[in-house]
């Protein structure tokens, strides 16, 4: 069983998109003693390598999940002290209002709205309260600029289920984590685990540590939305039936090798899986599939429900055949 306590720790730290800092340093720990190098580059990603025993066909495999989770900007502070705010990645606002959120520095604040039903498509109808009635006791709190992220604890649910906040996409990470423990550098491959930055506001990290790492083939560990309850979306994943082998991203065309081969993996290792088809949205799979000369991508995706939320749902089931896929789709032979 995977070490769960980290998996919380991942979630409550504050980290939204550009500022993933805290994320990274209980990262950049836990790689400790568990890979052959380990570097943060210029914008923020770590790149972490665990190197294969090489041989004919051996491959560069970079795997990605990104550190960043959505948020607001304060974009104007009103003169009766509220805060305007505008989304930093894509928000739900529905999501927002009435909850608290909380800014880089520690400041909490309620979501108000001045217009509920423009703010359905508009975060820009929401104010966070703060507790002041003026602009200038406001700016001795906040200022113009300053980001908040959700407040969202983690609690153990029935059936093995968790919510949290921010599991998209730090329980990509910790799954990334937890095969990285595992890699023995027994595998062919030489491996990176690459734990990249601004995802949530169009897939930015993974473009840089891919022009780096000129992989050959490339996978983002990400999450895709559950659809077993009536919701905004439809599809057929469903949080408890498995890790999801993506076949669908509209970011990337995935590479029909390398899905059947993941779909192999599940069969021959015993892995419980479900295919997933993700219409809306896209991955890190995007940035990688267009680097250099074009690399190969798939995708491994835990099912979330309610995500982009303080509250989000996912299984501990789905999440060790997680590690389990990341762990022996690792160490395959490809031949291409």
């Known amino acids: 069983m995977a070490n769960y306590e980290l998996l919380k720790e991942l979630t409550q730290a504050w980290g939204v998109a550009g500022r ?55 974009k104007k502070i009103h003169p009766d002290g509220r805060l305007q705010m505008c989304k930093v990645g894509w928000v739900w606002t529905s999501a927002l209002y009435h909850d608290q959120v909380v800014f880089q520095n520690g400041t909490v604040g309620v979501v108000g709205c001045a217009d509920i ?38 609690y153990e649910l029935a059936n093995g289920r968790i919510s949290a906040k921010s599991f998209d996409d730090r329980a990509g990470c910790f799954m990334l984590l937890e095969a990285l423990k595992r890699n023995k550098g027994d595998g062919p491959n030489d491996v990176y685990y690459v734990f990249s930055v601004q995802e949530e506001v169009g897939c930015r990290g993974s473009k840089t540590a891919a022009a780096q790492i000129k992989p050959d083939m490339g996978i983002s560990v990400d999450v895709t939305p559950d659809h077993f309850y009536p919701c905004d ?14 076949l669908g991203d509209p970011s990337a065309m995935l590479d029909e090798y390398l899905v059947d081969e993941m779909l192999a993996c599940c069969e021959e290792n015993h892995i419980q899986y479900q295919r997933g088809v993700m219409d809306r949205g896209g991955t890190d799979a995007s940035s990688i599939n267009l680097s250099g000369e074009g690399v190969r991508v798939a995708g491994i995706a835990l099912v979330d429900r ?29 031949v291409f």
């Open 306 to 334: 309610y995500p982009h939320s303080k509250c989000s749902v996912i299984a501990k089931e789905d999440v060790e055949a997680g590690i389990e896929l990341v762990h022996c789709y690792t160490h395959r032979e490809f």
């Open 233 to 246: 979306l439809e599809g057929c994943n469903a949080v408890g039936d498995g890790i999801s082998v993506t």
């Open 117 to 154: 039903e423009g703010a359905k498509n508009d975060c820009g109808k929401l104010y966070v309260d703060i507790g002041c009635t003026t602009k200038e006791d406001a700016e001795k709190y906040v200022k113009v600029g300053d980001y908040c992220g959700f407040v969202g604890p983690w």
């Open 20 to 74: 993933e800092k805290n994320v990274r340093a209980i990262i950049l720990r836990e790689l400790e003693g568990f890979c052959d190098e380990a570097r943060v580059d210029n914008i923020g990603n770590i790149i972490a390598l665990k190197k294969g025993r090489g041989g004919e066909g051996s491959k560069k495999i970079m795997l990605s999940a990104h550190m960043d989770e959505v948020g607001m900007q304060v």
